[in-house]
């Protein structure tokens, strides 16, 4: 029997994050189409007796309760009545805090991992549930690709799948709050009516054309609130991005690029100006679920 399981935690980039309106319930409604993307944290879940556990290689991770992983390692013991623990290692490499979706990630890879460690039998609708419970981005982590997300971003419908093999993450080293992104935005530029911009956006330029034509309507509110972010914009379009746009809440920001040798260029130039960068691709809907777990 298997006592332990790799797992790849894939991030995610947002093509569109269109803020709709003000919910009654205080999150606001959302349109945004979710993407994964080739760069992963490794997570390692080792089966205990009946404790979890949490270890991370990086500090600014925790590793009690808070931790989203830990969490999700918990409701899914309670909602299968399971018996059984786990010692959950993750090896970090999605920057924390990032709106790569790294911690919302981690907690989903450790939902489909124990459900195989602990062979337990528990349908989509309650690892839905869990994951909806845990944060707006995990139920996303379960499907992976191109997919659209509606409410507050927990409701996920796959669509086609976006192509890009040319894509750089540039993240200039500091974290930025989601709640006060929200909080900090003048004005709601979408109304009600709006809710069908990604359909028509899609219908306009076609799912290969995406990339280049996406927006995030969180970028006013936090670029006003950390210029540096606007400057790694700038610097990127400036090395040859044919698009640049910031990911989710920020502050990582990803340059959309034609070939290798241009985005070979802008890694190296964003490392030296003391910036993290990261090259990537997309990462398909076949390719997540084929590739998770080694």
């Known amino acids: 029997m298997t006592s332990s399981i790799e797992i790849r935690s894939y991030a995610k980039i947002n093509w569109t994050l269109d803020v709709l309106y003000k919910r009654d319930d205080g999150f606001h409604e959302l349109r945004t189409i979710f ?10 879940l080792t089966q205990t007796d009946g404790l979890v556990e949490v270890v991370c290689d990086d500090r ?17 013991q309670e909602a299968a009545g399971a018996s059984k623990g786990a010692r ?8 924390v805090s990032a709106g790569l979706g790294g911690g919302s990630s981690n907690a989903a ?9 602990w062979q337990i039998a528990v349908d989509d609708r309650t690892l839905l549930g869990i994951s909806a419970n845990l944060g707006s981005d995990v139920p996303f982590f379960l499907t992976g690709g191109t997919a659209l997300g509606v409410g507050r971003g927990e409701e996920v419908y796959s ?4 192509e890009s093999h040319h894509l750089l993450l540039v993240n200039p080293g500091f974290a930025v709050s989601t709640r006060d992104a929200y909080q900090k935005l003048s004005r709601l530029t979408r109304s009600e009516s709006a809710s069908n911009i990604p359909f028509t956006l899609l219908a306009a330029k076609g799912i290969s054309g995406l990339p280049l034509v996406a927006r995030n309507d969180l ?9 540096e972010i606007a400057e790694v914009k700038r610097r990127l379009l400036s090395l040859g991005a044919r698009h640049a746009q910031m990911s989710g809440s920020g502050a990582t920001v990803f340059g959309v690029f034609d070939n290798s040798r241009s985005i070979e260029k802008a890694e190296s130039e964003a490392r030296a100006a003391g910036y993290w960068a990261q090259r990537v691709r997309t990462i398909d ?7 998770m777990i080694e």
């Not at 600014?60 to 899914?76: H, I, M, Q, S």
């Not at 809907?285 to 590739?291: F, L, N, S």
């Open 219 to 227: 970028e006013e509110a936090v670029l006003a609130a950390h210029p």
């Open 88 to 95: 959950i290692k993750i090896e970090k490499r999605i920057p």
């Open 60 to 76: 600014r991770v925790p590793e009690d309760e808070t931790n989203l992983a830990f969490r999700a390692a918990v409701l899914l």
């Open 159 to 162: 669509i086609e799948q976006a």
């Open 109 to 117: 890879a450790t939902l489909i991992a124990l459900v195989k460690l």
């Open 35 to 44: 993407q994964t993307v080739s760069l992963h944290d490794n997570l390692l």
């Open 285 to 291: 809907v076949r390719e997540y679920h084929a590739t």
